[in-house]
């Protein structure tokens, strides 16, 4: 009797992961296909300008430029949805493909530990998202009062490299483990690197602060999400 092979996917990643990942992809289309009449809406959700922030923050004006945010929403949306926006598309392809390649480790481990489905995709978000925030926030930080404005989701990706690298010795997921605080002297002598090197690489300055940013929040949370599921799940 002949056994019938089904083909593989064409992206091996959980749904969740490739959803994410195609979401921020179909928000680079949709930039593209409106011919820059939704430039500026893009913009103002997801370029984080130290300046606009600091101006904001501090109530001091900006010389040139954007304005300071009106208001907080307009202050601290772009911490979160700068990872819908990039400057090209292999600036996306890069960040999206690492994206589904660390998240599938990360996605499987915290729904190896959650009683759902549905806590897995939130607690996956949350690492992602606050990465992602942890990534403005520290480019902020090495930015006051003004700097370049940053743009793309490799704070959030760099949260993900984080939790895959703090799986190394699986379940449970220790924050001071040798193994990961090597990988990580590794991953912040690497973007220091390209933060010299990244000019003339690529054309452009990289948002190295926001990459470690990322990777320390997302690490940070993963581990916290890690224990606590664990421990509703199975009492450890």
Request: hydrophobic content about 55%.
């Amino acid at each position: 009797m002949r056994q019938s092979r089904r083909a593989p996917p064409i992206i091996n990643a959980p749904p969740f992961v490739t959803a994410v990942a195609l979401a921020i992809i179909a928000a680079h289309a949709v930039r593209l296909l409106a011919g820059g009449r939704l430039d500026a809406v893009f913009v103002e959700i997801g370029a984080v300008f130290p300046d606009r922030f600091w101006g904001w923050a501090t109530g001091q004006g900006v010389i040139g430029g954007y304005p300071p945010y009106d208001s907080a929403l307009e202050a601290l949306a772009p911490l979160a949805g700068t990872a819908l926006v990039h400057g090209s598309w292999s600036h996306l392809l890069m960040n999206t493909i690492m994206l589904v390649a660390v998240g599938k480790p990360v996605y499987g481990a915290l729904a190896h530990l959650a009683r759902t489905r549905a806590t897995a995709n939130l607690a996956f978000l949350g690492v992602f998202v606050v990465a992602v925030i942890g990534g403005s926030l520290a480019h902020l930080a090495s930015h006051f009062p003004d700097g370049p404005p940053a743009i793309g989701a490799s704070g959030g990706v760099s949260g993900l490299i984080a939790g895959a690298l703090m799986l190394q010795n699986g379940v449970p997921i220790r924050l001071l483990d040798r193994k990961f605080l090597t990988t990580s002297a590794v991953f912040f002598v690497g973007n220091l690197v390209l933060a010299f090197l990244g000019p003339s690489m690529f054309g452009s300055e990289i948002a190295w602060q926001a990459h470690i940013g990322g990777y320390v929040a997302g690490a940070l949370l993963f581990r916290y999400l890690a224990r606590g599921l664990g421990r509703a799940r199975f009492g450890t």
